[in-house]
């Protein structure tokens, strides 16, 4: 550790550290705190506030550290992000939840999209199909089912980067099927008229890597989904879905989107 003692200004100018107003000092006016001879640290102070404004950006432009030097807190200013915890995690990480239990109308029909239900869902609760193809369908107009799509959708109220997506399952008969899960995001009409709440433009964010086979209710089933298109922007609606080859069995579902505000 350096010290000043005994030595001369003349020596040391460089290594003080000072405001850039040399007449006022620190004042109500944010400066910059720079060194003897000028040079901009990342640091603009007052009476008032302190700001962190690097030079450059970095993924490391303000970190917080325990005495092992282990991060904290970490503002990453090249990604415009903000992780905490020695595991760091985003600082504005959400998770949304999907799912069903024992329902018996998982699948209504084999190789069909069965949408899941936001936050929960049961026996009694409508749901809808969404094509039979590779993956959902990619629009939906609704002519009946306006109660049932409701309890089905996500509004995204801000933009989100989807991180991770897990799903868990289980059968509920001795013998089970080929199940595959996917994450959709639309396009929704906000319109309060004829057309509200109906989807287009879908973009699937989340899928099965591989199918699943399920050999029946001895043991439940875990998946880490790929993540295919992370970013959602404000205003769509995310939807999730399972599909399965056969009708052996009927399912419970608990699927989980980890997301971050960007």
């Not at 090249?78 to 915890?85: A, E």
């Not at 995204?156 to 509920?172: E, K, L, R």
């Not at 050999?215 to 939807?239: C, F, K, P």
Request: overall charge negative; aromatic content about 8%.
């Amino acid at each position: 550790m350096g010290t000043l003692t005994g030595k001369t200004l003349s020596s040391t100018y460089k290594s003080i550290i000072k405001v850039s107003d040399e007449t006022n000092g620190i004042s109500a006016t944010a400066r910059s705190v720079e060194d003897g001879e000028g040079t901009n640290s990342s640091i603009l102070l007052s009476t008032k506030v302190l700001y962190v404004v690097p030079a450059t950006d970095g993924v490391d432009t303000f970190v917080v550290s325990d005495k092992d030097a282990n991060a904290l807190m970490k503002v990453d200013s090249t990604n415009d992000v903000v992780k905490l915890g020695i595991g760091q995690h985003y600082a504005n990480t959400g998770i949304k939840d999907w799912f069903v239990v024992n329902a018996a109308a998982y699948p209504a029909s084999a190789d069909t999209w069965k949408a899941l239900h936001l936050g929960g869902g049961g026996r009694t609760i409508g749901s809808i199909t969404m094509g039979t193809g590779s993956t959902p369908d990619t629009t939906l107009t609704i002519s009946t089912t306006a109660h049932d799509v409701v309890g089905l959708f996500w509004y995204v109220p801000f933009n989100i980067t989807i991180d991770s997506c897990h799903v868990w399952f289980a059968s509920d008969a001795a013998t089970g099927d080929v199940v595959k899960f996917s994450i959709m995001d639309y396009a929704i009409n906000t319109a309060n008229g004829a057309l509200g709440g109906d989807l287009s433009s879908g973009v699937e964010t989340c899928v099965s890597p591989a199918t699943i086979t399920s050999a029946g209710y001895e043991q439940a089933y875990y998946q880490s989904l790929t993540v295919s298109s992370a970013n959602v922007d404000a205003g769509r609606a995310i939807m999730a879905f399972v599909a399965q080859d056969g009708t052996n069995s009927d399912l419970s579902v608990q699927l989980q989107l980890v997301y971050h505000m960007r």
